[in-house]
């Protein structure tokens, strides 16, 4: 096979690592668009989209603690090039670590929330889930602490921007294989043919 270097930028996700992380992000990019498409509605159909947005968030939940445990139990994620600028390794890292912060911490404030306003979650209408323990039935508590679901929301659609204008930079302007690996049906730039690439310029 030659080169192990060359093998590595070749790689891309496991099918289990895709499917996470591409499920994860239609689900994150759902949240915002059903609260704010419920802000026009009606009452009663406000309160069935917001419990749509609430199941998804627990459903987030769940999947992002399987995505940690599958990382912490030795599903590492693939290094960057080493030709990616010390800068570019260290800001994905950061995006990453927030990345997940937000998504464990998101739905336990929405849930927090939704517990001190006295109100129900229940997933997807199968069964519901309990009043966070140690959450006190408070309605200002409760608004501070949508104020703080509101602000993260905002944080993680930022990152999000973040993150794709990093993809993005990883496919058009250090052109390597990055954005393939989540990405596998993009062409694949065949690091073996630069050299002969350079002797033409
Ligand atoms: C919308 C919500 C999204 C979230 C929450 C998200 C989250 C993440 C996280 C946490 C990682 C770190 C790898 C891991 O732990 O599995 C990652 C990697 C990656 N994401 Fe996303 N992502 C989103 C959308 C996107 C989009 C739209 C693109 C395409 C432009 C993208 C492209 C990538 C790539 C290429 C990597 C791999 C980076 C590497 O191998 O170092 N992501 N994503
Ligand atoms: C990762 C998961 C989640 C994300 C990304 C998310 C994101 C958001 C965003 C962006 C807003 C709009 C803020 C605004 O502009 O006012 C919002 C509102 C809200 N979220 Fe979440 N959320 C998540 C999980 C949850 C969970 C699990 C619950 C409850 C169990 C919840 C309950 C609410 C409620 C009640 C609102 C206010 C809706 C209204 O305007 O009446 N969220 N969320």
Do not use: C
Not at 50 to 57: A, D, E, L, P, Y
Not at 97 to 110: D, E, K, N, R, S
Not at 174 to 182: E, G
């Amino acid at each position: 096979m030659g080169d192990p270097s060359m093998a590595t930028t070749r790689e891309t996700y496991s099918p289990f690592t895709l499917t996470l992380h591409w499920v994860t992000a239609a689900l994150v990019l759902t949240q915002p668009l059903l609260v704010w498409l419920s802000e026009e509605m009606s009452r009663e159909d406000k309160s069935q989209w917001i419990g749509v947005h609430k199941s998804i968030g627990a459903t987030l939940l769940i999947l992002t603690l399987i995505r940690l445990s599958s990382r912490l139990a030795g599903n590492k994620a693939i290094p960057l090039p080493e030709s990616t600028p010390d800068w570019q390794k260290l800001f994905a890292r950061a995006t990453h670590v927030l990345f997940y912060v937000l998504l464990i911490a998101m739905p336990l404030v929405g849930w927090a929330g939704s517990t001190a306003f006295g109100r129900e979650v229940v997933w997807f209408g199968l069964f519901q889930l309990p009043p966070l323990p140690f959450v006190p039935e408070d309605r200002e508590f409760g608004g501070s602490l949508m104020g703080l679901h509101k602000y993260a929301g905002y944080t993680l659609v930022t990152l999000v921007v973040l993150h794709i204008l990093g993809g993005l930079t990883h496919y058009f302007v250090n052109k390597d294989n990055v954005l393939q690996r989540m990405l596998p049906f993009l062409p694949r730039r065949d690091q073996a043919i630069e050299p002969a690439r350079h002797e033409v310029v």
